[in-house]
């Protein structure tokens, strides 16, 4: 290996995102002479993470769990924070470590204080600023742009940004966004990156379609919604059943919502839509499956000014199978990276008739085992894993 590359991040209590998304691009650099480690807090059962770190020692890739003690609030998230610099500190002290990606705020706060040490070790910084989670804070956890918190942790921000050798981000939005607050010089040191699927796993299957509608009891000709993922006012509820409700009055149709939160979905339904609607909750690798058994998918986010940063990764995963999709404008880069796909219907949240104007594309669309193909065919080279893979080498090389 010619260089060794420390990924740090901080996390809740689950561990899907670093497991489903940051460590199959971070394994796919493997091959490319970049030894990976990884230093993860979070708050995840300690079983599951030794689990974790076990299936990572057998790939070759070193994990180091830190576990966030959530106790006392904020004295046990200080507390956690000051274990994690303790530990990244001994870490890069060691010696090996030639490259250092923290993953968004709290990480790249504390690599900032570590700075002189990065120097020191002439270590390429390369700061994974993810999308917009400061201002997600403000639009969708009430937090005030007048709070101290706020302004100390974007000031931060800055800092680490004009600290680092390289900046990640999910969109050109995103890199704007830093440039309007921080001058257009960093710009040149910007990379967009994208958060891809690996297209052996997210693939359509006839065989997988025939058998999932079997077992939910659809019939071949029913046109089948699907929507994967956590549910919420942000998530564009109330629009996806306005959708539903429209198209039940003009043709046979069903719903399918694959979530973890079914008591969301089970408590807003009306009697009209529950005749029609499955909630459940199924394995991520059962995913595509079900995926496959559906015609048409919702991805559907409330526009608010912090979505301009993200990539929304079920876009990519309904594209790779050849889904017809129902997805807002204002998300990232959406509008640009879409502009070709004449199977996406761009929501419009602005506009007063925009509900007869899904309706119109959902009556269009004739979906076909080689329609499908055509549609996943043109995702691959913007939402497979082998693109984030390149994309993260062109910002690391």
Same mark, same amino acid.
């Given at each position: 290996?010619?260089?060794? #590359? ?76 000051? #274990? ?7 870490? #890069? ?43 997600? %804070? ?16 974007? %000031? ?11 900046? #990640? ?97 089970? +408590? ?32 559907? %986010? ?51 008739? %925009? ?32 693109? +984030? ?9």
């Amino acid at each position: 290996m010619n260089h060794t #590359l420390l990924f740090v991040a901080w996390d809740g209590a689950s561990l899907q995102y670093i497991q489903g998304l940051f460590l199959p691009i971070l394994r796919g650099l493997q091959p490319h002479g970049y030894k990976i480690k990884v230093l993860h807090a979070s708050w995840a059962n300690k079983h599951v993470v030794q689990r974790l770190q076990a299936d990572l020692a057998k790939e070759g890739i070193g994990y180091v769990p830190i576990q966030i003690k959530r106790q006392f609030s904020i004295i046990g998230t200080l507390y956690s924070l000051w #274990l994690m610099e303790r530990t990244l500190k001994h870490m #890069l002290q060691a010696g090996d470590i030639t490259h250092l990606m923290p993953r968004s705020t709290l990480p790249g706060l504390i690599t900032w204080r570590l700075r002189r040490l990065i120097k020191k070790q002439d270590i390429q910084l390369i700061f994974d600023a993810d999308g917009l989670p400061l201002e997600e %804070r403000l639009d969708f956890a009430g937090l005030s742009p007048q709070s101290r918190q706020y302004r100390f942790l974007k %000031r931060k921000e800055g800092q680490v940004i004009q600290l680092t050798d390289k900046v #990640l981000t999910r969109s050109q939005k995103a890199i704007e966004h830093h440039a309007a607050i921080l001058g257009e010089g960093i710009k040149t040191k910007c990379f967009v990156v994208s958060n891809g699927r690996d297209t052996n796993v997210f693939h359509y299957s006839e065989s997988a379609r025939v058998m999932i509608r079997k077992d939910l009891g659809i019939s071949a000709d029913t046109l089948l919604f699907i929507y994967v993922g956590s549910l919420g006012p942000q998530y564009g509820w109330e629009e996806m059943v306005q959708i539903v409700q429209a198209t039940q009055k003009k043709q046979a149709c069903a719903w399918l919502i694959l979530t973890a939160q079914q008591d969301y979905a089970l +408590s807003r339904l009306s009697a009209d839509l529950q005749a029609i609607t499955q909630v459940m909750t199924v394995a991520p690798d059962a995913v595509p499956d079900y995926l496959s058994a559906a015609d048409i998918a919702f991805a559907i %986010r409330d526009p608010k000014p912090s979505m301009i940063g993200v990539a929304p990764i079920k876009l990519g995963e309904y594209l790779l199978l050849g889904l017809p999709t129902i997805a807002s404008n204002g998300i990232g880069d959406t509008e640009v990276l879409l502009k070709d796909f004449d199977q996406v219907h761009l929501f419009n949240h602005k506009q007063t008739d %925009r509900i007869e104007h899904v309706i119109t594309f959902v009556q269009n669309i004739k979906l076909s085992a080689a329609e499908r193909m055509r549609i996943s065919q043109k995702a691959a080279p913007v939402f497979s894993l082998a693109a +984030s893979i390149n994309a993260y080498l062109k910002a690391l090389n």
